[in-house]
């Protein structure tokens, strides 16, 4: 069974400071994904990586695959209230299986 | 217009009822998804199919049984529904195979009293 931790598992912060969650396994995915979730609404795709060691930016949010495309990292700096919500990593394997994290719920303080 | 639709958004029944859960998505991707949220919010999947054929079954009772009448509709009918069901299930779509990148419905919460 593949399993996706991801720490922390709640984050409250001041708006305009920095954070990291991460997503964790024992296993190797072919692609990673990180969606962000908003109450009463389903998960958003926010991006995907592939390639071992692969960085990319969105605005103030920084995703990482690691090396051996087991785990990754979210960095968002100088979070702003929008960025309140919960966070889901998701691992693709085989047979189109999709295994999500464990989740990290955000909350941003004006 | 809304790609991945999900009929009823609530859904308040009794144990022991049969239920159905629609999901319809306009993107033209090949293969759906029913997940299942429960109340840490964790998403585990339940099914999945590929163009109408089942590609995962995940350790789901048979009280579960999803259909497929063509690769843009993927039901889900519960029968004999627990208390142990109550959770917000997810239809969602990919335009790939394996590549993971999925798109939600809205889902649709069912709580059973």
């Known amino acids: 069974t593949q399993l996706l931790e991801q720490s922390p598992q709640f984050l409250s912060i001041q708006e305009g400071e920095n954070l990291t969650v991460y997503c964790n396994s024992s296993s190797v995915f072919s692609s990673l994904q990180w969606y962000r979730q908003e109450p009463g609404e389903g998960p958003v795709l926010l991006v995907t990586?592939?390639?071992?060691?692969e960085v990319k930016k969105l605005k103030r949010l920084t995703f990482q695959f690691g090396d051996a495309r087991k785990d990754s990292s979210l960095h968002i700096t100088a979070a702003q209230p929008g960025d309140t919500g919960l966070y889901l990593c998701?691992?693709?394997?085989?047979?189109?299986?999709?295994?999500f994290g464990t989740g990290t719920k955000l909350q941003v303080i004006p | 217009d809304t790609a991945v639709s999900q009929t009823p958004k609530y859904l308040v029944t009794q144990m022991g009822n049969d239920k159905s859960i629609k999901c319809e998505q306009n993107?033209?991707?090949?293969?759906m998804y029913w997940y299942k949220q429960d109340s840490k919010k964790f998403l585990k999947i339940m099914f999945s199919y590929n163009n109408k054929e089942l590609i995962i079954n995940e350790t789901v009772p048979n009280r579960f049984s999803p259909k497929s009448p063509d690769k843009a509709h993927l039901n889900l009918h519960i029968n004999s529904l627990e208390l142990g069901d109550s959770a917000v299930y997810f239809c969602a779509s990919s335009p790939y195979s394996g590549a993971g990148e999925l798109f939600f419905g809205e889902g649709s919460r069912l709580t059973v009293l």
């Open positions: 998701a691992g693709a394997g085989g047979y189109q299986k999709v295994t």
């Open positions: 990586v592939v390639t071992g060691g």
């Open positions: 993107l033209g991707h090949d293969t």
